[in-house]
Nanobody, 124 residues
């Protein structure tokens, strides 16, 4: 079992930055692939970024590529999402997810554990 708790959301002006964190419980965190998904009001959940258990590099949605960076600290059981050059269209609830295959994927079905989410609001 893995429990995930996101933090770091808030209100920021367009062009600003935020760093989200996801604290994971469980001894097997280092073997899981981790991801960030987001859901804007009235829209379906969409993939943002993911990182494999190795944590060497991430995969990104085209909409965030070059602005967001996903990383992990396995010693701290924590996943991060550094978000720069934020835009109003980045406004959403951001969810952390964990997948036992260890392979980063953009598909939500690849992750069996989800956090409760943290709200990010970008004002214009």
């Amino acid at each position: 079992q893995v429990q995930l708790v996101e933090s770091g959301g808030g209100l920021v002006q367009a062009g600003g930055s935020l760093r989200l964190s996801c604290a994971a419980s469980g001894r097997t965190f280092s073997s899981y692939a981790m991801a960030w998904f987001r859901q804007a009001p009235g829209k379906e959940r969409e993939f943002a970024a993911a990182i494999s258990w190795r944590g060497v590099s991430g995969i990104y949605a085209d909409s965030v590529k070059g602005r967001f960076t996903v990383s992990r600290d396995n010693a701290k059981n924590t996943l991060y999402l550094q978000m720069n050059s934020l835009k109003p269209e980045d406004t959403a609830v951001y969810y952390c997810a964990a997948g036992s295959t260890g392979i980063a994927t953009s598909r939500g079905s690849g992750y069996g554990y989800w956090g409760q989410g943290t709200q990010v609001t970008v004002s214009s």
